[in-house]
């Protein structure tokens, strides 16, 4: 596996074929979205011309098939019964019932990882409440009372907010838990530094704790957002599968991302507002693409080990689990199931966060 390193802010780790750790792929898109199917420049940002009964008109003049998601049963994984799907969101939350989901990605998937992406059951057994865009910098300035970090890309206060480090996610998650009234879920100690700019702290008093025990806001473990993201889905985006290409360098068109995701053939480069695309079946926006977003999670290079609520804890590594990059990755990096990892100390522009609560039963 080829990867190229990247001039972001952040050391990314992609975790993939069980021991390759590298920064992923710088966009090619020169500034503009990269080169479209058929060799042609893909435009501002690199949109296709357009969408229909024939599928999607890239900007080359060919098409490609409208993209149709997967849905239950998985093969293989019949007795994985998923709860039924709908949105359900009030003022910017939506319920997540529990439910059975196949966690990873099928052997045949373009750029899976061989030791991290292996398909297995896994059972939530909260229901949850997420929110439905990423945390933004408008929510930060008011539930915190301090400017939003500084931000290159989508600097506006409907935007969501970047340049945070793990540690200041969990004190947002703290921050709102205590404003609503909730005890919080984390205890961060030995922290130095102020909130948004060069926070970091030495760990956790508790870190064997299982979050689904806390009654505050915290940020979703990987299973978690993953089951959020797919909506009862089992194809690689929830809008469908990955298209493939033989130059896999390249920023290319995928017309399933073209559809709910912001990445380096649309994006122009830069963050966007939430909203903009469209939502999944829980009715939660850029749960692909746009932002990078924190986990509950530490690193690891293996598959999820399946069974009810796996990996609920804190722990005591550095390196940090995320999810859904980002709108200068490539298409195979915005896989549902892919894996990645970067220190919790670390910002950058392209890496924000959501929070999760669990609900009481």
Known sequence: MSLRKTPAAIAVLVIASGACKSSPPASDSAGSGGTAVGGASGGAGGSVAGSGAGGVVT?????????????????????????????????????????????????????????????????????????????TR?????????????????????????????????????????????????????????????????????????????????????????????????????????????????????????????YCFNSENRAHRGGELEPNGFGLFDMIGNLGEWTNEWQHGASSPGGENPRGQVHTSAERLWFSPQYDGNSYLLRTAALFSVPWAGRGQQLGFRLVRTLPE
């Open 138 to 262: 408008g929510a930060w300035e008011l539930m915190l009372s301090s400017p939003p970090p500084a931000q290159d890309s989508c600097p506006d206060t409907d935007c969501p907010v970047a340049m945070v480090s793990w540690w200041d996610a969990v004190h947002a998650a703290n921050g709102l838990s205590e404003d609503r009234g909730f005890e919080p879920c984390y205890e961060p100690v030995g922290c130095t530094g102020t909130l948004g700019q060069d926070l970091t702290c030495t760990g956790m008093a508790d870190p064997e704790k299982s979050v689904y025990e806390c009654e505050g806001y915290r940020l979703p473990t990987r299973a978690e957002a993953e089951y959020a993201a797919r909506a009862g889905t089992w194809s690689t985006f929830y809008s469908g599968d990955i298209t493939e290409y033989d130059d896999s360098a390249s920023c290319l068109v995928d017309p399933a991302l073209e559809k709910i995701a912001w």
């Open 59 to 135: 900007a080359a003049g060919g098409s490609l098939p409208d993209p149709v998601p997967k849905v239950y049963p998985v093969p293989g994984f019949e007795s994985c019964v998923h709860a039924p799907v709908t949105a359900d969101c009030t003022d910017g939350w939506c319920k997540v019932p529990p439910s059975c989901f196949v966690m990873g990605s099928p052997e045949t998937e373009w750029h899976r990882g061989r030791d991290s992406e292996n398909q297995t059951a896994v059972t939530l057994t909260h229901w949850i409440e997420i929110q439905q865009k990423e945390f």
